[in-house]
C-alpha cells in the first residue's frame, strides 16, 4: 500500500493546468489513485506548494468537502442514500443491513481496511430508489438481500487482491 | 426551431452531438442575441416572464438587467449545475438529453455582457454529467462556437470551462458556489454587496441555474411574446419536474406553469402514473427546503401563484411522493439528518439550531417526546429561519411549519407514541 508518487501528483496537476480553480478535481484525481482514497499529508502538502496555498488552508478544504478524506477511507466504498426517496422505499433497512454484514457503524472503515459504508446524500438518482453507490458505480433499486451479495463479493475480491499484493512483496 | 426543453428530443437522437442540436435549429438563439443586439435580449427574457428555475424564482430579466447597469471589466458568466435538492434530477436528465442549449443560453449571456469567461460548476456527485459538458465544449469550439471570433464575428471571444464540486450541499447557495470556484472552502459570503456587484473574483457576475440558461435559449430563439404564451400569467414556459417517492412511474417530465395540478402530476398516466405501496400520505415539493402538502392542497394549480405556498413548491421542481405508510414526523426527522450534516458551520443559527430541531424531531418520532417539544419544535425553526445567514438555515420552516399546520395531531400522537428505542 502506497501513496501517489510525487510524479504521480505532479501529472495529476499537470492535467488541471495547475489551476486553484479545480482543487477539488485535482485532489480528487489524487483520492482516485490513493489505494485507501484519502488525500496523504505528503500529497496535501504537494498540491499545496504547487498551488501556492499553505497545508492549512490545503487541510481546509479537504475537511470541507464531503467526498475529500483526510485520513485512510477504505480500498472500497459502499455508499447508501440516505435522502428521503431512497430512505422511505428501503434505503433505511440497507443500512442496518450493511452495518450487520460487517459488524461497523455508518461512516465506519473495516479494521482491515478493506470497506468503507457510509450514508450519502441525494445523487439525483430517485427515479430508481433505493440507489447504493459501490466504488462509484450506481446500482439501482437494492434490496437487502442484493446488498449482502454484493458486499459479500467486494470484501472476497479484496482479500484476493491483498494476497496477490502480499506474495509479489 | 424547438420550443420545448425535451419534448422535441427523440429516444435515438444523440444529443451530444453538436450536429444533431444545430439540425435541431440549435444556435438560432444566440445569432438572433448578436441581431438584436444587449438591450433588447434583456427585454426578451422579461416579456417571457422567465423566474429562475433553481428554487428561488427571482425574475431572470430583472437580474440580467441589474448585471447590465453595473460598471466593470471583465464581468463573469456562472452556471449553477450543483443540484443538489433531494428529489431532483432535472438538471441531470437536461444534461444528459439537451447539453447545448444550457451551453448555447450561456453564450448569449457571454454576448450580452461582453464576458471573456463562463464557468459551469457541476456537483463532484455528477461525475458523467461534467465529462458530458466537457466534450460538448470541445465540439463547440472546434465548430467556432466559444473561442476566438464567434460566429465569425471579430472581437467576439467568450470560452466555457467546467468545474467540479466536491460534495456539498451548501454550494449550491450562489455565493458559496463562487467561493468553491476560486478555490477555497464552499461557505456562503455575507450580502451583501449582491454578486452581480462583487461576484467571482470580486468581479460582477451572473449566477443562473442550469435550466435558467436553457430557458434563455429557448426565449431569444422564439421570442418573449411565444414563450409567456406558453407558461401561466406568473410564470412562462415550462418547468421541469421530477416526480418520485411511491409513485408508479417515477422521473422527469416538462410541464407548462399553471396548467396542471398536483393531483393530475401525481395520478395521471402520463406523469406519476398514481401512488404506489399504499393511499396517499403527503406531497414535499420544491426540494427539502420546499413545503409538504396533505391531501386538501392537491386541487392547487402547478404555478407560481398557487394559494397553498405563494409558489415555494415550485422550488427546485422536485415532487416527492409518500404512501400513507410514512410517519410524517419519521419524514421530518429525515429531512433534518440532511440539513444539519449539510450545514455549512460558519453561522451558529444554522450550526446549532438545525441539530437542535433534529433532536426534538428525533425524540418525537421515537416516542421520547417531552410536553413542550411541539412548541418548542415551532419556536427553534422560527429562530433558525430568521437568525441564519443564508438560504440552507432561512428555509428549514418552510417543511416543518407545513407539516405542523398541515398534520397538527400526528405530531400531538407522537408525544403519546410508546418508545421504539432508548
Request: glycine letters at 12%; a negative charge.
Amino acid at each position: 500500500m502506497t501513496d501517489p508518487t510525487r510524479d504521480e501528483v505532479d501529472e495529476i496537476l499537470a492535467r488541471w493546468d495547475h489551476s486553484r480553480e479545480h482543487i477539488l478535481s485535482i485532489l480528487q484525481d489524487i483520492q482516485h489513485v490513493s489505494p485507501e482514497h484519502y488525500v496523504s499529508r505528503s500529497a496535501a502538502a504537494q498540491v499545496a506548494e504547487d498551488l501556492g496555498m499553505t497545508v492549512t488552508a490545503m487541510y481546509e478544504i479537504v475537511t470541507f468537502y464531503h467526498m475529500l478524506h483526510a485520513t485512510p477511507h477504505g480500498r472500497h466504498s459502499v455508499e447508501i442514500c440516505e435522502s428521503t426517496p431512497c430512505y422511505f422505499q428501503g434505503g433505511d433497512a440497507l443500512q442496518s443491513t450493511a452495518a450487520e454484514r460487517l459488524g461497523i457503524a455508518m461512516d465506519e472503515v473495516t479494521e482491515d481496511g478493506a470497506l468503507c459504508v457510509e450514508t450519502v446524500p441525494c445523487f439525483g438518482r430517485c427515479a430508481t430508489a433505493p440507489n447504493v453507490r459501490i466504488d462509484g458505480a450506481v446500482h439501482h433499486r437494492v434490496s437487502p438481500a442484493v446488498l449482502r451479495d454484493l458486499i459479500d463479493r467486494l470484501v472476497a475480491g479484496d482479500r484476493a487482491d491483498q494476497e496477490q499484493v502480499s506474495q509479489h512483496v | 426551431m424547438y420550443d420545448r426543453l425535451l419534448e422535441h428530443v427523440g429516444d435515438d437522437a444523440d444529443q451530444k452531438q453538436l450536429s444533431v442540436y444545430l439540425s435541431q435549429g440549435g444556435y438560432e438563439g444566440l445569432r438572433r442575441a448578436v441581431e438584436v443586439g444587449p438591450d433588447a435580449v434583456i427585454e426578451e427574457i422579461s416579456t417571457g416572464l422567465v423566474r429562475g428555475r433553481g428554487g428561488a424564482a427571482y425574475p431572470t430579466g430583472r437580474k440580467w438587467g441589474q448585471l447590465a447597469r453595473i460598471e466593470g471589466d471583465p464581468k463573469y458568466i456562472v452556471c449553477n449545475a450543483d443540484e443538489g435538492e433531494p428529489g431532483t434530477f432535472k438538471d441531470q436528465v437536461l444534461l444528459e438529453k439537451n447539453p447545448y442549449a444550457v451551453i448555447e443560453g450561456m453564450t448569449i449571456a457571454g454576448r450580452v455582457f461582453g464576458s471573456p469567461k463562463g464557468i459551469i460548476y457541476v456537483r463532484g456527485e455528477y461525475p458523467e454529467e461534467f465529462g458530458i459538458l466537457r466534450s460538448c465544449l470541445q465540439q463547440a469550439r472546434e465548430a467556432g462556437l466559444l473561442g476566438h471570433d464567434i460566429l465569425g464575428i471579430e472581437g467576439f471571444d467568450y470560452d466555457i470551462d467546467t468545474v467540479a464540486g466536491g460534495g456539498a450541499y451548501v454550494c449550491g447557495e450562489n455565493s458559496a458556489m463562487l467561493n468553491s470556484i476560486e478555490g477555497k472552502p464552499g461557505r456562503p459570503r455575507i450580502k451583501p454587496p449582491h454578486l452581480a456587484e462583487v461576484g467571482l473574483y470580486g468581479r460582477p457576475t451572473l449566477v443562473n441555474n442550469v435550466e435558467s440558461y436553457a430557458a434563455v435559449t429557448l426565449v431569444v430563439a422564439n421570442g418573449g411574446e411565444y414563450y409567456r404564451s406558453q407558461g401561466s400569467a406568473n410564470g412562462g414556459g415550462t418547468k421541469l419536474i421530477s416526480i418520485c417517492g411511491h409513485v408508479a412511474h417515477p422521473g422527469v417530465f416538462e410541464v407548462p406553469f399553471g396548467r396542471y395540478t398536483l393531483r393530475e402530476l401525481i395520478w395521471s398516466p402520463e406523469f406519476g402514473g398514481g401512488v404506489i405501496g399504499g393511499d396517499f400520505g403527503f406531497v414535499h415539493c420544491g426540494g427539502h427546503s420546499g413545503p409538504i402538502g396533505f391531501e386538501n392542497i392537491l386541487d392547487a394549480p402547478y404555478d407560481y401563484d398557487d394559494a397553498w405556498s405563494g409558489g415555494k413548491a415550485i422550488g427546485s421542481g422536485a415532487i416527492v411522493v409518500m404512501n400513507d405508510t410514512v410517519d410524517i414526523v419519521d419524514y421530518l426527522r429525515q429531512v433534518m439528518v440532511f440539513f444539519r450534516k449539510e450545514s455549512c458551520g460558519k453561522c451558529t443559527p444554522c450550526r446549532l439550531g438545525t441539530t437542535r430541531v433534529w433532536e426534538v424531531l428525533d425524540r418525537l418520532a421515537s416516542g421520547r417526546g417531552e410536553p413542550d417539544d411541539i412548541q418548542r419544535l415551532r419556536t427553534t425553526t422560527e429562530q433558525v429561519h430568521k437568525l441564519s445567514a443564508c438560504g440552507l438555515g432561512q428555509c428549514i420552516d418552510v417543511p416543518i411549519l407545513s407539516a405542523l399546520d398541515g398534520a397538527g395531531p400526528a405530531f400531538e400522537a407522537a408525544l403519546v407514541k410508546e418508545p421504539t428505542r432508548v
